[in-house]
């Protein structure tokens, strides 16, 4: 038997070994640990892997998303339309820059924000939209764009889980003014450690999120403005600048066996991921539904093939959020969904035969399911 773990970070670190000792010492004998010139080049390599005018790199995700929403205008007691399954930093982040979020149901092919659903929610106290590209897969946000030129709304991208995925040509979070990634370590681009960035696309807001993420100061102890610490470690941006050199190399590997699942698991009666045409997607998570997915997950787990479920609870029943007044029943198709989804180990250094392992443990699963 191939054991197959969700995820393996030996095998991620072996081939990165030499290059990432060789960035770290460098760190250590520069005797500079934040903000420096590690942090500058990073910022500079991952815009131009992007096509973004400039990054603002902090210290992650969640406060990437809040400080792109500062930043972007949001005031106390605004409301932001996003998505209810994702991770809950999303919505938490929404709550620290002050907005109160506003979950609208999803589209069930992909299970990103259903544009029409936002479009719907809208009141005349939102301010702004935070869609999620889910699992790395683009959300579809040509009609949320319009949406938002409408009524007026700023637009912030989730792209923690979909760095370099495309839509319709261009890459996600710089559609809009600001968009935002997470380098938590089981990201597409991860660091070893927390990490994060901001995609700058107006260049009126990079002065200002230059000084959110470090304290408001507009010089050395001069602070204009209520900002926090949330600024990028050198060591981080060091090893984040070894890992965006293999992303493009990662993110292929990641479609390979994304392309073999979706052949091999095809017509076995199992919701698949379905790459739809206006995206090409990364592959953060390769996540299938099915009515028995508790029995399937347990089975799995004996043949020693990781699972996990991305995620269990929709936001808009989250004991967090239950102040919002979020019941069960009013956005039926994330809790349909998230009732019946788990995702498949997809990680670029899967040998073949795990892979392979993968769909046979499924195949085997599915036919032993108790009638
Ligand atoms: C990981 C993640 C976040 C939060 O990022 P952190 O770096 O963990 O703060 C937010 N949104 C989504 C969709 C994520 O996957």
Redesign the pocket.
């Known amino acids: 038997m191939t054991a197959v773990p969700f995820g393996d970070f030996r095998a991620h670190l072996e081939p990165l070994r030499a290059e990432i000792d060789a960035a770290i010492a460098r760190v250590l004998e520069s005797g500079w640990f934040i903000l420096g010139p590690e942090c500058e080049a990073f910022e500079r390599e991952l815009a131009a892997e992007m096509g973004c005018r400039d990054v603002v790199a902090v210290a992650?995700?969640?406060e990437a998303?809040q400080l792109a929403l500062e930043a972007a205008g949001l005031r106390a007691g605004d409301e932001v339309i996003t998505s209810p399954l994702?991770?809950a930093?999303?919505a938490l982040a929404i709550e620290r820059a002050g907005g109160t979020p506003v979950f609208a149901d999803l589209d069930p092919k992909t299970l990103n924000v259903d544009p029409q659903a936002v479009a719907r929610a809208v009141t005349p106290r939102t301010r702004a939209i935070v869609p999620?590209h889910?699992y790395g897969h683009p959300a579809d946000m040509d009609p949320i764009l319009a949406t938002a030129a409408e009524r007026g709304l700023a637009v912030v991208e989730?792209a923690?889980?979909a760095h370099g995925a495309r839509y319709k040509g261009r890459t996600v979070g710089t559609l809009t003014p600001l968009g935002t990634h997470?380098y938590?370590p089981t990201?597409n681009l991860g660091a070893f450690g927390?990490g994060?960035a901001v995609l700058v696309n107006d260049p009126a807001l990079l002065p200002q999120l230059r000084r959110l993420r470090n304290g408001g100061q507009s010089d050395r102890y001069r602070h204009e403005i209520p900002g926090i610490n949330s600024r990028l470690d050198e060591i981080q941006a060091a090893i984040l600048r070894v890992k965006l050199r293999h992303l493009s190399a990662a993110t292929e590997r990641r479609r390979q066996i994304a392309a073999t699942y979706g052949a091999e698991l095809a017509g076995l009666g199992l919701g698949l991921p379905e790459e739809q045409p206006y995206a090409r997607a990364v592959y953060h998570l390769y996540v299938v539904r099915h009515p028995r997915r508790d029995a399937l997950m347990a089975d799995l787990k004996v043949r020693g093939i990781g699972t996990l479920i991305h995620y269990p609870i929709p936001l808009h029943l989250q004991p967090v959020f239950a102040r919002l007044g979020g019941r069960t029943g009013d956005l039926p198709v994330a809790e349909a969904a998230a009732a019946e989804i788990f995702s498949l180990p997809i990680y670029p250094e899967m040998s073949d035969a795990q892979v392979r392992a993968v769909t046979t443990a499924l195949r085997e699963a599915l036919r032993s399911l108790p009638a």
């Open positions: 992650n995700g969640t998303i994702s991770a930093f999303t999620v889910l989730d923690c889980q997470s938590y990201k927390d994060g």
